[in-house]
């Protein structure tokens, strides 16, 4: 009888083994899209600033100071 409940354990082992793989690759796989998503997003912010400093020095505007900064 034990060899049985044994077998049983292992089978219930290693199917949440494999379920937890599954769960790990879906989780790398949206931490990854999230951060190709963030670098896009960086991306996009870095030509409209670039675009919006340009428009001003071609306008001859002065820039506004920026006051608050970001420290990460």
């Given at each position: 009888m034990q060899c049985f409940?044994?077998?049983a354990d292992l089978r219930e082992l290693k199917r949440l083994h494999v379920q937890e793989n599954r769960l790990m690759q879906a989780l790398a796989s949206k931490a990854?899209?999230?951060k190709e998503e963030q670098i896009?997003?960086?991306?996009?912010d870095k030509q409209v600033l670039a675009y919006v400093v340009c428009a001003y020095t071609k306008a001859q505007f002065p820039?506004?100071?920026?006051?608050?900064?970001?420290d990460r």
């Amino acid at each position: 009888m034990q060899c049985f409940f044994r077998k049983a354990d292992l089978r219930e082992l290693k199917r949440l083994h494999v379920q937890e793989n599954r769960l790990m690759q879906a989780l790398a796989s949206k931490a990854l899209a999230a951060k190709e998503e963030q670098i896009k997003k960086f991306e996009i912010d870095k030509q409209v600033l670039a675009y919006v400093v340009c428009a001003y020095t071609k306008a001859q505007f002065p820039l506004p100071e920026l006051t608050a900064r970001v420290d990460r």
